[in-house]
């Protein structure tokens, strides 16, 4: 569900944070369709036997997997103004993995606006710091400053 706000509501929100959101697990079963869709089986994210054997102990979510969990938990906790035609991802400026997400564990995410910058009439370019928290860990998962381009109906 994504929220929504007045414009000059959105536009007056650098230095707000959102969150944090809903805590979702991150299952074998996850991680396996990840590895399909990227081709990447390193055996530390699909062997649960191999894993074992590892620090880790279990196999991990693919980094990249964690980092595109973004696109799911951000919506729900972070609002984007009315009127919106459509918003495009539109990169990464920093982005850290501070620590693996084992397999069943529950992230969550926290959202903080960095800045909002209107490159076009009606399109505006936002840098959203994310941190992804791990239940029951004390360093998350990633932090990154990812930014998105907004485009206002006319």
């Known amino acids: 569900m994504t929220l929504s706000i007045p414009k000059d509501e959105y536009l007056s929100s650098v230095g707000t944070e959102y969150g944090p959101g809903e805590w979702f697990t991150v299952d074998q079963d996850r991680i396996d369709l990840f590895a399909k869709a990227t081709d990447d089986f390193q055996f530390i994210h699909v062997d649960p036997e191999r894993a074992k054997d590892t620090p880790f102990g279990t196999t991990i979510a693919h980094g990249f997997l964690s980092l595109s969990l973004l696109a799911?938990?951000?919506?729900?906790?972070?609002?984007?103004?009315?009127?919106?035609?459509?918003?495009?991802?539109?990169?990464?400026?920093?982005?850290?993995?501070?620590?693996?997400?084992?397999?069943?564990?529950?992230?969550?995410?926290?959202?903080?606006?960095?800045s909002i910058d209107e490159k076009r009439p009606g399109q505006f370019l936002t840098k959203t710091e994310v941190t992804i928290e791990i239940k029951g860990e004390e360093k998350p998962a990633l932090i990154v400053e990812w930014l998105g381009m907004t485009i206002l109906n006319d």
């Open 72 to 114: 799911a938990l951000v919506p729900k906790i972070q609002p984007k103004p009315e009127n919106i035609k459509m918003g495009i991802n539109y990169g990464i400026d920093k982005l850290r993995f501070l620590q693996p997400v084992k397999v069943d564990s529950e992230v969550r995410a926290r959202t903080k606006i960095l």
